[in-house]
């Protein structure tokens, strides 16, 4: 492994560092049910727009082209999916779910962009894709089940997470395109620019009227700073000097650092049954993004925007 390698993966490896603390720290934000701080609808806008401020600034610095016409549309899926989607749902999802559980289910993402990826590109993914996609979706099914208190269904919070990790990998797919005309740097950055007429007014109206503590307001800023801006540059410029095919699997760890770190920061379990699902979540994951995807006649698709 030569020099610009070894650091892409180095850099890979913190962006997947910096997003598996995102569950966490938006679950520490919004508070448990029982104790509600922020509302999810002020965590997931409020974060885009201290996002957006820092990208306008960073698009003037890089003295960024303005997006071609074609590209509008383009970067307004992506938002919708990776500024609005996303973080929202799973925001509000995140106040009745605790952090370790969340990274079960959102382990599945990537699986699910490169499904997504294939359909939007009109590829040809093989059996054992088919297989690993519909195994990994059916463990996580069958978590959420598990989980649901005796009540013999899915919780409303899990079709949340499940509808968050819908739009994440058509926002992903989307700015994927992007990346291949456009700095991904810039894709981010657009994309949280021109969703800042609505995330503005929308996150003054969902702002807290109360005092909230300090722990709130730490972990809120985490998430607007870290989650939404820098863990993107660091992951862009990893997957640039690694190579994204070899790079992207650093991924597979960030269900169980989101886990390790909701622990100590929230107090809460790990038990055995958790941990045994995300490793079989992992394992389709790791085993599906090595089967054959036959190509139509397209480029290949490149998750460049994952992940979150």
Same mark, same amino acid.
């Given at each position: 492994?030569?020099?610009?390698?070894?650091?892409?993966?180095?850099?890979?490896? %913190? #962006?997947?560092?910096?997003?598996?603390?995102?569950?966490?720290?938006?679950?520490?934000?919004?508070?448990?049910?029982?104790?509600?701080?922020?509302?999810?609808?002020?965590?997931? &806008?409020?974060?885009?727009?201290? !996002?957006?401020?820092?990208?306008?600034?960073?698009?003037?610095?890089?003295?960024?082209?303005?997006?071609?016409?074609?590209?509008?549309?383009?970067?307004?899926? $992506?938002?919708?999916?990776?500024?609005?989607?996303?973080?929202?749902?799973? =925001?509000?999802?995140?106040? @009745?779910?605790?952090?370790? @559980? /969340?990274?079960?289910?959102?382990? *599945?993402?990537?699986?699910?962009?490169?499904?997504?990826? /294939?359909?939007?590109?009109?590829?040809?993914?093989?059996?054992?894709?088919?297989?690993? /996609?519909?195994? #990994? =979706?059916?463990?996580?099914?069958? +978590? $959420? *089940? %598990?989980? =649901?208190?005796?009540?013999?269904?899915?919780?409303?919070?899990?079709?949340?997470?499940?509808?968050?990790?819908?739009?994440? !990998?058509?926002?992903?797919?989307?700015? /994927?395109?992007?990346?291949?005309?456009?700095? !991904?740097? @810039?894709?981010?950055?657009?994309?949280?620019?021109?969703?800042?007429?609505?995330?503005?007014?929308?996150?003054?109206?969902?702002?807290?009227? !109360?005092?909230?503590?300090?722990?709130?307001?730490?972990?809120?800023?985490?998430?607007? &700073?870290?989650?939404?801006?820098?863990?993107?540059?660091?992951?862009?410029?990893?997957?640039?000097?690694?190579?994204?095919?070899?790079? =992207?699997?650093?991924?597979?760890?960030?269900?169980?650092?989101?886990?390790? +770190?909701?622990?100590?920061? %929230?107090?809460? @379990?790990?038990?055995? *049954?958790? %941990?045994?699902?995300?490793?079989?979540?992992?394992?389709?994951?790791?085993?599906?993004?090595?089967?054959?995807?036959?190509?139509?006649?397209?480029?290949?698709?490149?998750?460049?925007?994952?992940?979150?």
């Amino acid at each position: 492994m030569n020099r610009p390698e070894r650091k892409g993966l180095l850099l890979g490896l %913190l #962006g997947v560092a910096i997003f598996a603390l995102t569950l966490p720290m938006t679950r520490l934000a919004v508070g448990p049910a029982e104790a509600p701080l922020m509302s999810g609808v002020f965590v997931a &806008l409020g974060r885009a727009c201290v !996002a957006a401020a820092l990208s306008a600034v960073f698009l003037l610095a890089t003295r960024a082209p303005l997006p071609r016409r074609q590209d509008w549309w383009p970067l307004v899926l $992506t938002s919708a999916g990776v500024v609005f989607g996303f973080p929202l749902f799973t =925001s509000i999802a995140m106040r @009745h779910v605790e952090a370790v @559980h /969340a990274s079960v289910v959102v382990g *599945v993402l990537p699986l699910a962009t490169a499904l997504v990826g /294939a359909l939007m590109h009109r590829q040809r993914p093989s059996a054992g894709f088919w297989l690993c /996609a519909a195994l #990994g =979706s059916g463990l996580v099914v069958a +978590f $959420t *089940v %598990l989980r =649901s208190g005796g009540s013999g269904g899915v919780q409303a919070a899990d079709l949340l997470l499940l509808a968050g990790i819908a739009c994440a !990998a058509i926002g992903y797919c989307e700015g /994927a395109r992007l990346s291949q005309r456009m700095r !991904a740097e @810039h894709v981010i950055c657009w994309a949280l620019v021109i969703a800042s007429p609505l995330t503005l007014p929308l996150a003054l109206w969902a702002r807290p009227a !109360a005092p909230l503590p300090a722990s709130a307001w730490w972990a809120f800023g985490y998430v607007a &700073l870290f989650s939404m801006w820098i863990g993107f540059f660091a992951w862009y410029r990893g997957l640039a000097l690694g190579g994204t095919v070899r790079v =992207s699997q650093v991924q597979l760890v960030q269900p169980f650092l989101s886990m390790l +770190f909701a622990v100590p920061l %929230l107090g809460e @379990h790990l038990d055995g *049954v958790t %941990l045994a699902f995300g490793v079989a979540v992992i394992a389709t994951v790791f085993a599906g993004r090595r089967m054959p995807v036959r190509a139509a006649n397209t480029p290949p698709f490149s998750p460049a925007l994952e992940p979150r």
